[in-house]
């Protein structure tokens, strides 16, 4: 990053909480994790191929529409044909939480009545409450055996006449208060849509994702920002708001004078997010006269000033620098303009486009097809065509409209929940899926050769869940996988791109973990990949590749890491992977 133009050393806007401060930028990123999991929450039905089966995923049991859930059991998923159902399930479940949440801010359900109806229900079975021991200190201890006693007994214990007539009663209420309530359900639906569609943005579907660095919103008693404000600013920031002007005199000190304090650069960088670290740039500058920066870069060097460098880059500019360095530097690094392009959002690769010619350029301005006409200078055949295709951000995505048509309330025992979920199966057109994949088929294995013009058209357009249904479809017309067919159609970096789509729209947490995968097993380590997918994905859907990558390897990510690189490169990759 050392040639990286001044000018766009910054951070994009992250995403907020599902509700009214939720973000719809681009690069938005999801806050709560509802879900997890290596698939995101779950998928959609269409979501799942043979090279990504779903195995020993949690599986969450509610009690009623989205209200209390029971505490996730580790499960081994059926076959493949059940797999896609199952995610379709948790992927419901995961949403109805979140909107549970928010009847709960509206004061339409209160926090205890989760626990006053399992308190019911053990009293029926013939326990003593949890509620009414809990103020007891002297029978915790009891308390504790008494559980560890229950475990055993759970599954002798559960009566499911009884859990659902008390999940019927728990619906009933708040169905009764929904009632009181006019307009509260719709207010709830258009929430639910617009997080629907926020999610859209961020990844290209409505799976709930979760980076491993989310907003610092006040001190903890073990932020060395705190013992450091205490000592040297006689002033107390324990459970404070978050402060940039701390955090600043915080750096200011790490870097001041002979040596660097390493440590707090990696703190810092790691703990606050991309908006955060954009208002230490400005407060940085406003408070010294200097910019925060330059300081850095001066300070540090290798891997580690890449690492820290690409945490204080908006993420659009920061994908334009690495595709520019990608096409700019000693040959073509394809691997990562089809990682790049291959995975961004529409609106992702709009913002990228947007700043490109100036990160590409910076001495004189260009203009706004820069991105294409270096795509086409330093590529060629199928694979430029596939590259400056998805370089558009254009593909098909699914409208409001098409969305609100989906979107149905959760019906349960003939009593209305109030809880909206997707109906996957109304997002696609059955006609044109079947058409698709018949001129996939026909493009491919019914023929001698490949048309790749119709591979380009179908895997270039089509929305996400029109694709899955498609990739669905082509099984049974070809008795093949379509990753299948693409490596017998297609060779080159041409099969490498169309492999890249694939597998992201199957499943994008699972191409990434493939990725820091490759960067890191055999001798040496491709370094700038993974400077670039940790970084660019810390604060969307790390978790979730955390979790591939388990599934993958056998080992996290966090001890890999650990044992293919050094210093304080190493500890900042740490730091923002974080352990398991």
């Known amino acids: 990053m050392s040639n990286y133009p001044q000018q766009y050393r910054g951070g994009p806007p992250p995403g907020g909480v599902f509700g009214a401060n939720a973000a719809m930028a681009p690069y938005g990123m999801p806050q709560p994790n509802y879900g997890g999991g290596c698939y995101g929450g779950g998928l959609s039905a269409y979501n799942m191929g043979p090279n990504y089966s779903a195995q020993n995923m949690?599986?969450?049991?509610?009690?009623?529409?989205?209200?209390?859930?029971?505490?996730?059991?580790?499960?081994?998923?059926?076959?493949?044909?059940?797999?896609?159902?199952?995610?379709?399930?948790?992927?419901?479940?995961?949403?109805?939480?979140?909107?549970?949440?928010m009847?709960?801010?509206?004061g339409l359900i209160s926090e205890s009545e989760s626990e006053d109806d399992e308190d019911?229900?053990?009293?029926?079975?013939?326990?003593?409450?949890?509620?009414?021991?809990?103020?007891?200190?002297?029978?915790?201890?009891?308390?504790?055996?008494?559980?560890?006693?229950?475990?055993?007994?759970?599954?002798?214990?559960?009566?499911?006449?009884?859990?659902?007539?008390?999940?019927?009663?728990?619906?009933?209420?708040l169905a009764a208060k929904l009632e009181e309530n006019e307009g509260i359900k719709e207010k709830v639906k258009q929430a639910f849509i617009d997080e629907m569609m926020r999610r859209q943005?961020?990844?290209?579907?409505?799976?709930?994702?979760?980076?491993t660095i989310e907003e610092y919103k006040k001190y903890t008693a073990d932020d060395p920002v705190v013992t450091?404000?205490?000592?040297?600013?006689?002033?107390?920031?324990?459970?404070?708001?978050?402060?940039?002007?701390?955090?600043?005199?915080?750096?200011?000190?790490?870097?001041?004078?002979?040596?660097?304090?390493?440590?707090?650069?990696?703190?810092?960088?790691?703990?606050?997010?991309?908006?955060?670290?954009?208002?230490?740039?400005?407060?940085?500058?406003?408070?010294?006269?200097?910019?925060?920066?330059?300081?850095?870069?001066?300070?540090?060097?290798?891997?580690?000033?890449?690492?820290?460098?690409?945490?204080?880059?908006?993420?659009?500019?920061?994908?334009?620098?690495?595709?520019?360095?990608?096409?700019?530097?000693?040959?073509?690094?394809?691997?990562?303009?089809?990682?790049?392009?291959?995975t961004r959002t529409n609106a992702q690769l709009k913002e990228m486009r947007n700043v490109y010619a100036d990160v590409a350029s910076p001495n004189r301005k260009k203009a706004d097809t820069l991105l294409d006409k270096d795509i086409v200078d330093d590529t060629s055949g199928d694979f430029k065509r596939l590259l400056v295709a998805a370089a558009q951000g254009n593909r098909d995505i699914i409208s409001r409209e098409a969305l609100e048509a989906a979107v149905?309330?959760?019906?349960?025992?003939?009593?209305?929940?109030?809880?909206?979920?997707?109906?996957?199966?109304?997002?696609?057109?059955?006609?044109?899926?079947?058409?698709?994949?018949?001129?996939?088929?026909?493009?491919?294995?019914?023929?001698?050769?490949?048309?790749e013009q119709e591979f380009n058209l179908i895997f270039?357009?089509?929305?996400?869940?029109?694709?899955?249904?498609?990739?669905?479809?082509?099984?049974?017309?070809s008795q093949r996988d379509i990753i299948n067919s693409v490596?017998?159609?297609?060779?080159?970096?041409?099969?490498?791109?169309?492999?890249?789509?694939?597998?992201?729209?199957?499943?994008?947490?699972?191409?990434?973990?493939?990725?820091?995968?490759?960067?890191?097993?055999?001798?040496?380590?491709?370094?700038?990949?993974?400077?670039?997918?940790?970084?660019?994905r810390s604060e969307i859907d790390l978790v979730q590749i955390k979790q591939c990558f388990l599934e993958l390897t056998k080992q996290t990510l966090w001890n890999w890491i650990k044992d293919d690189t050094s210093g304080d490169f190493k500890r900042i990759l740490l730091q923002i992977v974080g352990r398991d």
């Open 58 to 101: 949690q599986s969450m049991q509610m009690a009623y529409g989205g209200g209390q859930m029971a505490p996730p059991q580790q499960l081994v998923m059926p076959p493949s044909a059940h797999a896609a159902v199952m995610n379709a399930q948790m992927n419901t479940m995961s949403q109805q939480m979140v909107q549970w949440e």
């Open 201 to 211: 943005d961020v990844s290209g579907t409505f799976d709930i994702t979760q980076g």
């Open 408 to 451: 149905e309330e959760l019906v349960m025992n003939d009593v209305h929940t109030g809880m909206w979920q997707v109906n996957y199966a109304k997002l696609v057109n059955k006609a044109k899926v079947k058409r698709d994949a018949k001129r996939l088929f026909d493009a491919g294995e019914k023929r001698l050769g490949t048309d």
């Open 120 to 173: 019911d229900y053990r009293r029926k079975k013939g326990r003593k409450g949890k509620k009414g021991r809990r103020g007891k200190k002297g029978r915790r201890r009891r308390f504790q055996e008494e559980e560890e006693e229950e475990e055993e007994e759970e599954e002798d214990d559960y009566d499911p006449k009884e859990e659902a007539r008390l999940a019927k009663e728990k619906a009933d209420k």
């Open 103 to 106: 009847y709960k801010k509206m």
């Open 487 to 536: 490596d017998r159609e297609t060779s080159g970096d041409y099969k490498s791109a169309l492999r890249a789509i694939v597998m992201n729209i199957k499943n994008r947490p699972m191409f990434f973990a493939e990725r820091l995968k490759k960067a890191m097993k055999g001798l040496g380590t491709d370094e700038k990949t993974l400077i670039r997918i940790i970084v660019s």
């Open 460 to 477: 270039s357009v089509r929305d996400y869940y029109t694709l899955r249904a498609i990739y669905q479809d082509y099984v049974s017309l």
């Open 228 to 342: 450091f404000y205490a000592k040297e600013r006689q002033t107390e920031l324990v459970s404070q708001p978050w402060d940039a002007e701390a955090d600043c005199e915080y750096l200011r000190k790490a870097m001041k004078g002979l040596g660097t304090n390493e440590a707090a650069i990696i703190h810092v960088v790691t703990t606050r997010n991309n908006t955060q670290r954009q208002e230490l740039k400005k407060k940085f500058k406003t408070m010294y006269g200097r910019d925060l920066i330059d300081d850095i870069h001066s300070e540090l060097s290798g891997d580690f000033r890449e690492s820290v460098m690409g945490m204080f880059v908006k993420p659009a500019v920061y994908d334009a620098w690495s595709v520019k360095e990608a096409i700019y530097g000693l040959g073509t690094d394809e691997e990562s303009l089809i990682e790049i392009l291959m």
